[in-house]
């Protein structure tokens, strides 16, 4: 089992331009969350996908937007970048199927430089 | 409003030496409550979880929790420190439906030989 995988690692971006994070859920997960870390901060829930569709918001402006793909796989969007987006990007991924929607498993994250 | 707490940023334990992380929570309902563990770079480790029943969770790597709903609190503990242990540490809350998680901003632990 792969568990949660995350793409690209890194990612250096410079202010204005959109950046796509992407996510693969571990095997039998339905449901992707994405969250960002500022740095010494604790983890902000941007935004849950299941069922191809947005479940549940935190409260992120609507630059950031995702998308869930029928292989339960996500992309995070984020417009028109700006300094303070810069941040590592975790993805989450749950089982509503397996009802273990309460348990998540996180990947090793996207670290997101904005120049 | 759902929130968790972390009072401590940081702290510092000798290794062997036993090992408390506070975290007290607001939620309005019976909360899911858990703990993570980030190494540097690394994503997140679900070290335990507490749904319900007994308040004592049993987690890996020798950490244990208690729920205390009267304090609002679920503490992190291990009786003996190991230098692997130097991290970050999370407590989290959860939504029952599962749809949201709530994180502490974290306590960063070192270990000194």
């Known amino acids: 089992d792969a568990g949660v995988t995350q793409s690209p690692t890194h990612l250096i971006k410079t202010r204005g331009q959109q950046v796509t994070l992407r996510c693969s859920p571990k095997?039998?997960?339905?449901?992707v969350s994405w969250y960002q870390q500022a740095l010494g901060q604790g983890p902000q829930f941007i935004f849950q996908?299941?069922?191809?569709?947005?479940?549940q918001r935190g409260n992120f402006p609507d630059r950031f937007s995702g998308h869930q793909f029928p292989n339960y796989s996500s992309e995070l969007n984020v417009n028109a970048l700006l300094l303070g987006d810069s941040a590592l990007y975790l993805c989450?991924?749950?089982?509503?199927?397996?009802?273990?929607?309460?348990?998540?498993?996180f990947g090793p994250g996207t670290r997101l430089t904005v120049l | 409003a759902q929130s968790v707490t972390q009072p401590d940023i940081h702290i510092t334990v000798s290794e062997g030496a036993s090992l408390e992380l506070r975290c007290n929570y607001s939620y309005g309902a019976t909360p899911y409550l858990f703990w993570y563990v980030q190494s540097p770079g690394q994503g997140l480790q679900l070290l335990l979880k507490?749904?319900?029943?007994?308040?004592l969770v049993q987690g890996i790597k020798g950490f244990e929790a208690e729920f205390k709903r009267s304090q609002s609190s679920f503490n992190l503990r291990k009786p003996s420190v190991h230098w692997s242990d130097a991290a970050e540490y999370f407590c989290?809350?959860?939504?029952?439906?599962?749809?949201?998680?709530?994180f502490g901003t974290g306590t960063s632990l070192t270990v000194i030989p």
């Open positions: 989290a809350v959860g939504t029952v439906t599962g749809n949201q998680f709530y």
């Open positions: 989450a991924s749950s089982g509503r199927l397996l009802l273990t929607y309460n348990e998540q498993f």
């Open positions: 095997s039998g997960h339905d449901t």
């Open positions: 507490y749904f319900s029943g007994d308040t």
């Open positions: 996908y299941y069922e191809e569709e947005e479940r």
